[in-house]
C-alpha cells in the first residue's frame, strides 16, 4: 500500500523539501544569506547559546557577511542598532565594513554615526576591530577619523559621563587615535582621563564638582552616572539625590538599591520616580527592551512601594503599545521546551542574564491576548501544554503563568496539530520559538518526510484556512527555521517591540515579497 504521507492528496502549495538540519539535529529549511544575517544581527549577543558557541555566532556571521553586499550589511546594522536595540552585532558589522574595500569604507562613514551612538557602542566598535577578526588588528585611518569625529561632536560634560567601562576604556580609546583638544578645558579633560600632568583649574565644571565631592569639599553631589558614585561614602541624604537625578534605565535597574539606602521613605520623591518610569517620552529614549520591565516588577523586593511597581506596569502598556490588534481568529504559539529556559542573550561569564526565551515568548504571547482578546493561546513544547489564560489579567501577569510552565523537548508542529485536530479556523498564526523543532523530524514508520512536520500540518490547516498567514518569531540566531518563507509565511527575527511593527505590517499585507529582508533593504542611510 503506498505511504500515505508521501502520496495524499490535497489542495494548496505543495509542502517544501527540508533543505538543513537544525543544532539539536531535526530537519529543518536554511534561511537565505541575507535572511540569516538579519537573524543574527536582531537576536545574536556573541554569548553562548543552548545550542552553538560565541565562537561558532561568530564565525556564522563573518561567513554571512561574505556572502552578501556591503550595502546590506550596513543597512543591517543601522536596523539591529535603532530598531532592535543591539549592542554588539550592529558594533561587528561595522568592523567588517571597515574592512570591505571602498565600497565598505564608503558606507561605514554613513552609517558609523547612525551605529556607533553611545561610549558603549564605542568601545565594542575598537574591541572588535583591534581583536583582528575582521581582517586586520589596526584600527586604519578611517576609522580613527570617525573615531576622532564622533569624540569631537560630543561636550565635555558628556565625554566624561561617559568615560565609565573598560577594556578598551574611553581613555585608552583616545591615545589610539589621538583627538585635537580645540579648547583649554578640553585639553585638561583628555589629560585627567588618560593619567596625564593638566591643569587642574581648566577641567570642565562637572569634573570639578566630581572631584570635590570625592574629596569630601563639598556637599553637593554631581550629576553623573551611577557607577562613578557606589564606590563613595553615600548617606541617605545622598541616595535620594541620586534617585532624584537618575535617568529611565538606571532607575529601572537599581529599585531595590534604593529601597535599600531609604529612598522611598520620601513619598514625593516615591512619585517623582514612579511618574519617570510611566514616562512615554522617557520610554522610548531609553530604548526598553519590553521583557525588562517584566523582569523588574518580577525582581522588585517588598521595600519598593507599590506606586512604583504601578508604575513599572503603566511602562509595560507603553512599551507594548504598538502591539498589532489583530482582525479575525488569531492563534500565539508560545514555545515553553528545555531550550527556551537559557538566557535571551546567551551565557556570559558572570554577566548572564536572568531573562530566558521563554520569558519572551510568554511576554509575546501575553501582548498580543492583551491587545486581542479574542486571541487564542497554545503553548508547548514536545507536546501541547495547558494553560488557563484570563485576556484581562495584566500582561505582567500572564506572562509569569506562561513563563512558568513545565517544559520538555521541542515539537513545533504540535500546537498546529492541535488546532487541526479541532478543525480551527483563524486568520493569524504566530509563534515565538528559537525552532529547533526534533521531536517530530522523524515521521511515523520511520521514514523521514518530505518536509519539517511544521509545514505539512500548515498546510492542512491552509485547506480549511486558504487566507490564513504565519508568522514565526525567532529569538535565537540559529539561521533555520521550521517553516519555510513564502508569501503566506514571514520569519522574523528579534526581541524588541519593533518585531510587533512587522507583524502588523505582514498581517496587513503590507510587506514586499521579501517579507522581513525588504523591511531592512527599505533602511535609507
Sequence with gaps: MANKLLFKSGGGQAVPVADTVNEAGGVAYAMPPKHALAQYAATGCLNSTFYASADEQLGTVLKLCQSVEPAFISKTAVYARSKGYMKDLPALLCAVLASRGDEGRALLVDVFPKVIDDTRMLRNFVQIVRSGVTGRKSLGSLPKFLIREWIEKRDDAALFRSSVGNDPSLADVIKMVHPKPSTKSREALFGYLVGRPHEASALPPLVRQYEAFKAGASPEIPDVPFQMLTSLPLGKGDWKQIARNAPWQMTRMNLNTFARHGVFEDEALTQTIAQRLRDPELIGKAKVFPYQLMVA?????????????????????????????????????????????????????????????????ALVAAAVLRQNPQAQVVPFSDDVVKASLNPRDSVMTNAQKLASLPSGGTNCSAPLRELNRRKATGDLVIYVSDNQSWVDTVFPGGSPGRGTQTMHEWSAFKQRNPGAKLVSIDIQPYGSTQAKEREDILNVGGFSDRVFDVVAEFANGTLDAGHWVSVIEAVNL
Design 297 to 361: 516588577h518580577a525582581q522588585a523586593g517588598a521595600d519598593v512601594p507599590q506606586a512604583v511597581r504601578n508604575a513599572l506596569q503603566d511602562a509595560m502598556e507603553v512599551a507594548i503599545a504598538n502591539v498589532p490588534k489583530l482582525g479575525g481568529g488569531v492563534f500565539v504559539l508560545p514555545d515553553v521546551s528545555g531550550s527556551m529556559q537559557s538566557p535571551v542573550t546567551g551565557y556570559r561569564k558572570g554577566a548572564t542574564t536572568a531573562v530566558r526565551c521563554v520569558d519572551v515568548a
